[in-house]
C-alpha cells in the first residue's frame, strides 16, 4: 500500500454490457490533492466517480479511500452491506443534479448526513452546518 496517496484505484475496470466504460484505470490522489477529470461526454467520468463511492461496483480492480480498501480483482466476493455502508459513511459526492430534499429547509438539508449516517447531535450539526453556509455566503438562507 502506498501511504502517501489518500486516494487510490489500481486496474479497475468497468463495462456497461458490451460498452467497456473504465479500463484499466489506475490513478492517485494524494492528502489534500485536487484531479480534475476531463474529458467528452459520454468518457466515463461520473462512472469513475461512481465507482470511487462504490455507487457502481467495478468488476476488477482495488479502490482505497484513506484506509478502507476495496478489492475487485478476481476471487474477491462483493463487498457486504455493512461494509459498503460503511465506506461511504466516510466518502462524499456531489451529483450534476444534487438532490436536496425539497421539504427540508437548507440547513436541515446540510445537516441530514451527519445526523442521520454519521449520528451527530443536532445541537452540533446545526452549529457545524451554519458556519458552513456562513464561508459560502449562505447563512442568511439557512432557514429558506
Ligand atoms: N448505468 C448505466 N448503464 C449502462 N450504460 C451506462 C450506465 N452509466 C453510464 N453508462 C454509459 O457509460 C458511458 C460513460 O458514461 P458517464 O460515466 O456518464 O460519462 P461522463 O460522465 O464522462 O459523461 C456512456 O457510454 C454511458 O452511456
Ligand atoms: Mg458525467
Known amino acids: 500500500m502506498s501511504d502517501a496517496a489518500m486516494i487510490e484505484l489500481i486496474h479497475v475496470k468497468k463495462s456497461f454490457g458490451a460498452v467497456s466504460v473504465l479500463k484499466d ?3 492517485r490522489v ?3 490533492g485536487v484531479v480534475a477529470l476531463i474529458g467528452p461526454s459520454g468518457s466515463g467520468k461520473s462512472t469513475l466517480l461512481r465507482c470511487l463511492n462504490l455507487l ?3 468488476e476488477s480492480g482495488v ?4 484506509r478502507s480498501t476495496m478489492d475487485f480483482t478476481n476471487g474477491h466476493q462483493l463487498p457486504r452491506d ?5 465506506f461511504r459513511a466516510r466518502t462524499g459526492m456531489v451529483f450534476q443534479n444534487f438532490n436536496l ?3 427540508m429547509s437548507v440547513i436541515r438539508n446540510v445537516m441530514e ?3 442521520t449516517v454519521l449520528k ?5 450539526a446545526r452549529q457545524t452546518a451554519l458556519a458552513l453556509l456562513d464561508k459560502v455566503g449562505l447563512r442568511d438562507k439557512a432557514d429558506v
Open 25 to 27: 484505470i489506475s490513478l
Open 30 to 32: 494524494p492528502r489534500g
Open 56 to 58: 457502481t461496483l467495478p
Open 63 to 66: 479502490i482505497r479511500v484513506g
Open 82 to 86: 455493512k461494509d459498503l455502508a460503511a
Open 101 to 103: 430534499f425539497p421539504h
Open 113 to 115: 448526513g451527519p445526523v
Open 120 to 124: 451527530v447531535r443536532p445541537d452540533e
